[in-house]
């Protein structure tokens, strides 16, 4: 492995303060502040990103209002952070920068993670989500090219993720392979997301039980259809 185990789910965090993403995090440990200082203002109450998921789901038929999780998010450190030892740095540049721009997605050590790490299928395609930083959020698109397969992270003793109670003949945890597809059009910042978030809960639209926003800590987050077609409609509008 290129890499060190950067990504992180044992305990993963509420961005900025706690340690949040690729590497494997405590959910149980950290606090609720996914709501991480995000320097830029709230996206407000725009409705363009609402009206542009509207046309895409009239041209498909309606088909995304199916309640079934067929995305998901990813999160990953993006700035230097020693944890044992081990600098869990990853951002997309570090994933752009691997063989074939594929990864495994290693050291994720909370069980609710690991489960959904198990349900994700060959070709499904997730945000890369840079958190635990200045400005988190969305910066590029992967796809799943391996599904789930024991995490050799956890016999290793080393490795900041070695887990002594877990057993090679029924390992505890699982990774899979993602590779990069591309990079976003812009950087969709959380603030954003989450106004729209607001504006949805409270009148209605995709994005109001998004995990993003009742799970923070989760680093492995899945979406349903809708939720990530709105959410990739905001490339194509103006950053706020």
């Known amino acids: 492995m290129p890499w060190p185990s950067r990504k992180r789910d044992k305990g993963?965090?509420?961005?900025?303060?706690?340690?949040?993403?690729?590497?494997?995090?405590?959910?149980e440990e950290t606090s609720d502040k996914e709501e991480e200082k995000s320097s830029k203002p709230p996206a407000g109450s725009s409705k363009s990103g609402w009206k542009n998921w509207k046309k895409k789901e009239s041209e498909?038929?309606?088909?995304?209002?199916?309640?079934?999780?067929?995305?998901?998010?990813?999160?990953?450190?993006?700035?230097?952070?020693?944890?044992?030892?081990?600098?869990?740095?990853?951002?997309?540049?570090?994933?752009?920068?691997?063989?074939?721009?594929?990864?495994?997605?290693?050291?994720?050590?909370?069980?609710?993670?690991?489960?959904f790490l198990r349900s994700m299928k060959l070709g499904q395609q997730a945000f890369f989500y840079h958190s635990n930083c200045k400005e988190p959020g969305i910066v590029a698109l992967v796809k799943i090219v391996k599904e789930a397969y024991p995490d050799h992270t956890q016999f290793d003793q080393k490795d900041p993720h070695y887990d002594s109670t877990s057993r090679k003949e029924n390992p505890k945890w699982s990774m899979v392979d993602v590779q990069f597809v591309r990079m976003t059009k812009r950087f969709i910042p959380l603030s954003e997301i989450k106004a729209h978030h607001l504006a949805h809960k409270a009148n209605g639209g995709p994005l109001k039980d998004m995990m993003l926003f009742s799970r923070q800590r989760l680093s492995i987050q899945p979406l349903t259809q809708e939720e990530f077609d709105f959410v990739l409609s905001l490339e194509e509008e103006k950053p706020r």
């Open 12 to 27: 993963a965090v509420a961005d900025k303060k706690e340690p949040d993403a690729k590497i494997a995090k405590t959910e």
């Open 60 to 115: 498909s038929g309606g088909e995304e209002s199916k309640i079934t999780y067929c995305h998901w998010l990813l999160k990953s450190e993006p700035e230097s952070r020693l944890e044992k030892g081990v600098d869990v740095k990853f951002s997309v540049d570090d994933l752009k920068a691997q063989p074939n721009q594929t990864t495994c997605w290693d050291g994720v050590r909370n069980y609710q993670a690991r489960n």
